[in-house]
C-alpha cells in the first residue's frame, strides 16, 4: 500500500550529484520542496515546486524521445518484429515534437493540474511566448536527420541483430544498487551479452556532445552490473558511448581505480548531502533559506525554478 510520508527516502544518483553542485536550491526544490507535490492535499509551495520541476527544455525533450524511441526499436528486434525505416523513425519524433509544442503553448491548463502528464517547455513557459527561438529549432531540426541515420549504422544496433551472438540483458529500467543502506540509481540505456567473446556490453546512447561525466556515468554501471551478476572480471565488461550526432562510438575498458574513483565520488558527495539535513535519520531538510543560491546568471537562466527565486525579476 502507498504510504505518504512526509520526507522522501535518502538516494543517491549522478544527477542528483551534479545537481547539489550545481545549485543547492535547486537541489532543494527538485529533491525536497517539490516531494509530495503531486498529491491534492500538499501546501502550494510544494504543489507550484513538483510542477516546475516537470518543465523540460527543446533539447532535454528532443533526448527524451530519441531515447525512448530507440528503446522501442530495440524491443522489437528483441521480439522479432517489423523494424520502423529511417523515414517512420523520423516522422515519430517529429510528431511527439509537435505534440510538446503544442502542450506547451494551447495546454497550459492541463499542464498545470497535471504536470507530469502534459510537456512544458522551458522556452515557452519563461518567454511567454507562442513561438520557439529560432536558433534552437534549427539545431534540433539539423540533429534530427544526423540521429536517425548513424542509429540505424551504429555499431551497436548492428550487434542486436545478430541473434547467434547476442543476448539482452536489460535496457532503459531504474535499478539500484545499495551502499551504506543508500540506494544508489542506476539507469542503463542497454545492456547485452556478446556470447560470442563472451563480454558483457553496456551501452549508452548520447544525443549531446561527449562530456567529462561520460567515464564516471559508465563506471557507475559497471560497478552495478559487476555487484547484481557476479561477473568474474571487470575485464569481461565492454563500456561503449553511442554519439548519434556525429555518428561515432567510444569504448572503454575500465579498471579497479576507475571503480575506487566513483565510489570515492559516492562517498564525498553523501557527506555534501547529509549537511543539508536536520535530521538525518528521516532524511528531513534544513530550511529552505540554508540551501545558497546560485550566483551565475546564465545558470539561473535555465533554471526551472526562476520564478521561485526572483518571482519579481522577469530579466532572470
Known sequence: MFEIKPYPELSWSLSRHKTMLTCSRKYAYDYY????????????????????????SLEMLFGSIVHDLIYQTLQKVRRNETLPTEEHLLD??????????????????????????????HEIYYSQSSTLPKAKV???????????????NSRTFKDVQDKQSMEFIESETFRFMKADGVKIFVVMDLVYKDTARNKWIIVDWKTGKSSEEDRS?????????????????????????????????????LDEQDLINVQNLYQISMEQMKLYLADPDKNE????QQFPMQSNPSICARCNYQELCFPSDPNV
Open 217 to 253: 556515468q559508465l563506471s557507475l554501471y559497471a560497478l552495478y552490473l559487476l555487484q547484481k551478476y557476479d561477473i568474474p572480471s571487470l575485464d569481461d565488461i565492454v563500456i561503449r558511448n553511442e554519439y548519434l550526432i556525429d555518428g561515432t562510438h567510444v569504448e572503454h575498458q
Open 138 to 152: 534549427e539545431k534540433i531540426t539539423g540533429r534530427l536527420q544526423h540521429v536517425v541515420k548513424h542509429f540505424f
Open 285 to 288: 531538510p534544513l530550511p529552505l
Open 33 to 56: 520542496v517539490s516531494h509530495n507535490g503531486w498529491l491534492r492535499q500538499a501546501d502550494s509551495l510544494a504543489r507550484h515546486a513538483y510542477r516546475l520541476k516537470k518543465i523540460t
Open 92 to 121: 515519430d519524433i517529429r510528431h511527439h515534437l509537435n505534440r510538446g509544442f503544442i502542450e506547451s503553448t494551447k495546454k497550459e491548463h492541463l499542464w498545470m493540474n497535471r504536470p507530469k502528464h502534459y510537456t512544458m517547455l
